[in-house]
């Protein structure tokens, strides 16, 4: 069975610099998605990033980029230039691509991002 | 932009009582997921709908909770009894199709079990 472990249950950053989130996971698949998923407080899930294991290209949304290392089967979020507004509980995810109607996310349990002024 | 709905946001009921949440997912969405949110943790699949049918289930405590889709449509998750063990924030999600469409969550569910 797969499994995502994300070993930092909380990470603080100043406003304007950068942070890195770690994520490692465990599969026997050659072919899945990763994804990075952000929850503020009390304010539903939304989706950051998203990788294909078979792209060797990191993923990069704006501020927002990946580190992702197959071999190793790590997943670590970079977000740069941090603004107050991504605070959140962020969430690393796993999803097979075996086909059939069967897809579900497999979540990590989350790493608590402040950020500082 | 088209939302996942859910109602209640809040609910609190003793144990053994029965409790119901309701989804309304972005239309046109084929499968719908149920997810279960312990504080402190990541979410975890209870259900999987594909259109009215369940496709996954393995991780729902079926003594106790059961979740139907019968339109294909919207979607009610029930807890009868509830117990301590259930208090959680309960998520649902909705994509357009199964695999390689991305998830949209509603803004969940809070249950407290007194």
């Known amino acids: 069975a797969q499994t995502v472990t994300q070993s930092q249950p909380e990470m603080s950053v100043q406003e304007a610099e950068t942070v890195t989130l770690s994520c490692t996971y465990d599969?026997?698949?050659?072919?899945?998605?990763l994804f990075w998923y952000k929850q503020p407080p009390s304010r539903q899930m939304i989706l950051v990033i998203r990788?294909?294991?078979?792209?060797?290209q990191n993923a990069t949304e704006n501020r927002f980029s990946v580190n992702f290392q197959k071999a190793a089967k790590s997943f670590s979020l970079k977000i740069s230039d941090s603004q107050l507004g991504d605070a959140a509980m962020y969430f690393c995810a796993y999803r097979s691509v075996t086909g059939g109607n069967t897809d579900k996310l497999i979540f990590g349990t989350g790493t608590r991002l402040q950020v500082f002024p | 932009e088209a939302e996942v709905a859910q109602s209640p946001r809040y609910k609190i009921t003793e144990k053994s009582q029965a409790v119901a949440f309701w989804c309304d997912p972005i239309s046109g969405h084929a499968t719908l997921y149920w997810y279960r949110q312990i504080l402190g943790q990541g979410p975890e699949l209870l259900v999987q709908?594909?259109?009215?049918?369940?496709?996954?289930d393995s991780q729902l405590p079926k003594d106790r909770f059961s979740a139907e889709r019968l339109k294909g449509v919207d979607s009610t998750l029930k807890i009868q009894p509830a117990e301590l063990g259930d208090s959680a924030m309960y998520l649902c999600?909705?994509?357009?199709?199964?695999?390689?469409?991305?998830?949209?969550f509603g803004n969940g569910t809070r249950l407290t079990v007194t």
């Open positions: 990788q294909e294991a078979y792209k060797q």
């Open positions: 599969t026997s698949e050659s072919d899945y998605y």
């Open positions: 999600a909705s994509s357009r199709t199964a695999n390689n469409s991305p998830l949209h």
């Open positions: 709908f594909q259109d009215e049918s369940v496709v996954d």
